[in-house]
C-alpha cells in the first residue's frame, strides 16, 4: 500500500520518522494511546498550515515552503514570510497573504508551490479562510495616523483568484492616541473572524473606543450575501477567538486572559465555560475536542497541557493535532475523533431562514419556531 493510501497521521509519522533527530515536545503526562513526534522546522511565531493529504506549508528561514514529503526538501513557494496561510477543504490549493508597505498581496498556489493568482487588498491581511474550494474570504485592517489618535478602517475580502478581490468596509473607528500608541501589530490583533459551518456568514471582532467608557472588542456576526449584522457580545481587548463549533449555532471567545466561553447564537448567552484564557482557541472537526491555549480538552476535562506558548491546529480528518512549539512543529496521535457533522438535509430552507433572521425580517422566536418545525421527522 502507497504512503498516500494511509491515513493522515500514519502518513505524518512515517514523514517525521524519515526526518531525523529533531527536539521533543514537553507536555504534561499524556493519556494511554497518545504519541508526539517531530514533524518540520518553522521560524518561530511564523504562520503555518497542514492539509488533508498530510502537504505542510510553513515559513522557514523567513520564506514560505511546502513539504510534501520527507526526506525530499522543501518546495520553495515565496521567498518571504506569510502573514497568514490556509488550505482549500480539498487540499489541492494554499492561500496565503504578504505584506507590501500599506497594502497586503492575497495569492493562491497549487501543491507544487506554482503561483495560480494574486491579487492586491489594503492595509494588513489579519485571518484568512476558504469558504469553498473556489473563494477565499479575509480580512484585512488599514492603519492611518492622525493627530487626533489612529484610524482603524476594517475590510472584508473575497476572492475567486480571477481578477481583483472585492473588498467591503466593514467597520471604521478613530481610537484616541492612548491606544494609538500601541504597536501596529498589537492593533491588527482586535480584528479576526471566523466562517459559519453554514458558510453563510462570519463572527469577526473589531475595536471600539467610546469617549467615556474604556476600549473593548464588538464581536458581530455578519450575513455575507446581505452584509446583514448582529451584535453577539463585548470583550475586552485582545480577547481571542471568535471561533464556531461545528454545529454553527454556538461560538467560542476568550475573554483577555481569563476564560474561554462558549455563547450560544445569535442570543450570544453564555452556556459554558473552561478555566483557559482562550487566547488560541483550535476546535476539532466533530467538535469533540478543544485547544484552549496550551491545554487539550475532551468535552469538559483536560486531557493534558503543552507548552505554554504552543499553538495547535487539528488535522481536517480528526486523527491527529499539529502543534507549533518554538522552530518546531510536532504531531501529537491518539485523538479519536469523529468526522465534522454533515449539515442538515433541508439546508436550503434553513439558510433561508438564517438570512431572513438577519435581515430583521423575521423575529427570534418565529426564526426559533420554524426551524423546530423543520427538525421535525
Known amino acids: 500500500m502507497s504512503i498516500l493510501r494511509l491515513p493522515l497521521f500514519l502518513f505524518l509519522l512515517a514523514f517525521s520518522a524519515l526526518a531525523g533527530c529533531a527536539p521533543t515536545l514537553r507536555t504534561s503526562q499524556l493519556p494511554p494511546g497518545f504519541s508526539v513526534q517531530p514533524l518540520a522546522k518553522i ?14 506549508a510553513a515559513v522557514h528561514e523567513n520564506q514560505l515552503n511546502l513539504v510534501v514529503a520527507a526526506p525530499q526538501p522543501g518546495i520553495p513557494v515565496a521567498p518571504a514570510p506569510a502573514l497568514v496561510l490556509a488550505f482549500s477543504p480539498k487540499g489541492d490549493r494554499l492561500a496565503a497573504a504578504f505584506a507590501e508597505g500599506a497594502e497586503s498581496s492575497l495569492c493562491g498556489y497549487d501543491t507544487g508551490g506554482r503561483l495560480l493568482a494574486a491579487t492586491k487588498v489594503p492595509g494588513r491581511v489579519t485571518a484568512i479562510v476558504w469558504r469553498s474550494d473556489a473563494e477565499i474570504l479575509a480580512t484585512s ?35 484616541r492616541p492612548e491606544l494609538a500608541k500601541l504597536p501596529e501589530t498589537e ?4 480584528l479576526n473572524f471566523a466562517l459559519s459551518p453554514y458558510g453563510d456568514e462570519i463572527a469577526y471582532t473589531a475595536l471600539k473606543d467610546p469617549p467615556l467608557s474604556p476600549p473593548y472588542e464588538r464581536v458581530a456576526l455578519r450575513h455575507l450575501e446581505s452584509g446583514a449584522e448582529k451584535v453577539v457580545t463585548e470583550l475586552p481587548l485582545f480577547s481571542g477567538g471568535p471561533a464556531y463549533l461545528p454545529d454553527g449555532n454556538h461560538l467560542l471567545v476568550g475573554t483577555a486572559g481569563t476564560i474561554t466561553r ?52 487539528f488535522l481536517p480528518d480528526g486523527s491527529g493535532l499539529v502543534v507549533a512549539d518554538g522552530g518546531n512543529l510536532f504531531l501529537v496521535s491518539g ?27 423575521i423575529s427570534d422566536a418565529e426564526y426559533k419556531g420554524r426551524l423546530k418545525t423543520l427538525s421535525q421527522p
Open 262 to 313: 462558549k455563547l450560544k447564537l445569535p442570543s450570544g448567552n453564555e452556556v459554558n465555560a473552561w478555566t483557559s484564557p482562550g487566547d488560541q482557541i483550535a476546535v476539532s472537526p466533530s467538535g469533540g475536542y478543544l485547544l484552549l491555549d496550551n491545554r487539550l480538552y475532551q468535552g469538559n476535562q483536560e486531557l493534558f497541557s503543552l507548552p505554554r506558548r504552543a499553538q495547535g491546529s
Open 335 to 361: 485523538l479519536n475523533d469523529q468526522p465534522r457533522p454533515a449539515l442538515p438535509g433541508d439546508l436550503d430552507r434553513i439558510l433561508e431562514l438564517r438570512r431572513l433572521f438577519m435581515q430583521g425580517v
Open 187 to 190: 492593533l491588527y490583533r482586535t
Open 43 to 56: 521560524d518561530a511565531g511564523s504562520a503555518w498550515a497542514v492539509n488533508g493529504n498530510g502537504t505542510v
Open 141 to 175: 485592517l488599514s492603519l492611518k495616523r492622525l493627530s487626533i489618535g489612529c484610524e482603524l478602517s476594517s475590510f472584508l475580502v473575497r476572492w475567486d483568484l480571477k481578477g481583483a478581490a472585492a473588498q467591503t468596509m466593514i467597520f471604521d473607528v478613530t481610537v
